[in-house]
């Protein structure tokens, strides 16, 4: 999905230029109005990028992205007889993203960008800090699972967690243009193994977890990390890395990061943010957060210990971008029902539906452990686990729901 916001134009030779990447001397020089890397979403004046996709190449769409009126087409195998620019470079991923960061003219951002990287949490931890930047008076913007919300465009901006990175740049080009100040995406292993976050630097870096997910793309739970903890070498010399210490894999981060962090944890005191104490209950969290050098109350309306971990980072994130606030007190009450994210329905027939969108054995664990912990009701589980990626997940999940559940529905 595109934003559309606008025409740009630059000359060929001056977009690889400002990329970095070097073009022949007897290299033609068209005006270039765009980039793509789908084939079908080409127009007269394009520039088309063939980057290799799970289960497509796309330099197999090189001659369709031509018929479509590309101008000039930048690839790993140089294709035969093309009688448009051809520049062939090693990666054209990494290429993909130069190249959209220098079309958008992105290098330098004019909002703070924050990132949020691990396998569970990232979605209503997005929401939570979008909450608290609003209540501070900033015109803020999300990106993730959900799509792309902000005050001026919302929409389903990628099929993916994090867009490809031409489409990032567009967003981000678009962000500035509508006067945002304050842009906090969702940051997956796979968008930062595939270089869709290439060359982009965040204000802000937050390490929610890591448990079992996507093995069969990084082959390993080391791999996975490894992919993972790439965001936190892209922040900006005065950024911040926020990390949650109670993770095993979230202390390792801590503890080897050579960079201004701040640790957070529903267990260690000495954490430089913490809970004093909280209490729980259908209604949502009440409690008191010690911060470095500061401690306030909060509340918000999510439910489980899962979340109290959410909350405290996000406090976290929001009060290290604004040092020079010191609220003694945060409501997050006015915050809406997050989709899918224990989402609580209440029935005619006085009983509670959950949904959420647990898809992993750690998060199936936890929201069932949370729902035990508030109501001793009659619980029955309904869900499905496709895990076509990674099958590995199936059976661990069904054995941790009949551990919770009176009945299940599969």
Known sequence: MSFNHGKKEMKLRELLNIAGIKAPASLLNPEITGIEYDSRQVRTGDLFIAI????TDGHTFIDPAIRQGAAAVVCEVKP???????????????????????????????????????????????????ELEKQA????????????LSDFEHGPFSERTTPESRDLHEMFHTCSRAGIQSLI????????????VENITFDTAVFTNLTQDHLDFHGSMDRYFAAKIRLFSQLTPEGTAIINI??????????????????????????????????????GLKGVVHTPDHTLSVEAPLIGVFNAMNILQAVAAWMEHHSHIRPDHLSLKSLPPIPGRMDIVRTAQHGTVIIDFAHTPDAIDKILKSVREISHE??????????????????????????????IIL
């Not at 290799?52 to 289960?55: E, L, V």
């Not at 991923?93 to 949490?121: E, M, V």
């Not at 995406?185 to 869709?196: F, Q, Y």
Request: hydrophobic share 35%; charged share 20%.
């Open 185 to 196: 995406m969702e940051v997956s292993s796979i968008a930062l193994e595939l270089s869709r």
């Open 246 to 283: 109670d993770d095993p894999y979230g202390f390792q981060l801590f503890t080897s990061l050579n960079h201004k962090k701040r640790s957070c944890s529903l267990q260690n005191s000495h954490a430089d943010y913490h809970f004093s104490e909280y209490h729980l209950s259908a209604e």
């Open 378 to 407: 009659r619980l029955i589980v309904l869900f499905g686990c496709g895990g076509d990626r990674d099958k590995a997940k199936r059976p661990v999940m069904g054995k941790i729901a009949e551990q919770y559940a009176d009945q």
């Open 52 to 55: 290799r996709g799970f289960k």
């Open 137 to 148: 008076g900033l015109k803020t913007a999300i990106s993730g699972t959900l799509g792309f």
């Open 80 to 130: 035969h007889n093309q009688n448009i620019p051809v520049i062939t470079v090693h990666n054209s991923r990494k290429a993909l993203a130069r190249l959209s960061q220098a079309f958008y003219d992105t290098a330098i951002l004019p909002f703070h960008l924050t990132g949020i990287t691990g396998t569970n949490g990232k979605t209503t931890l997005t929401l939570l800090l979008r």
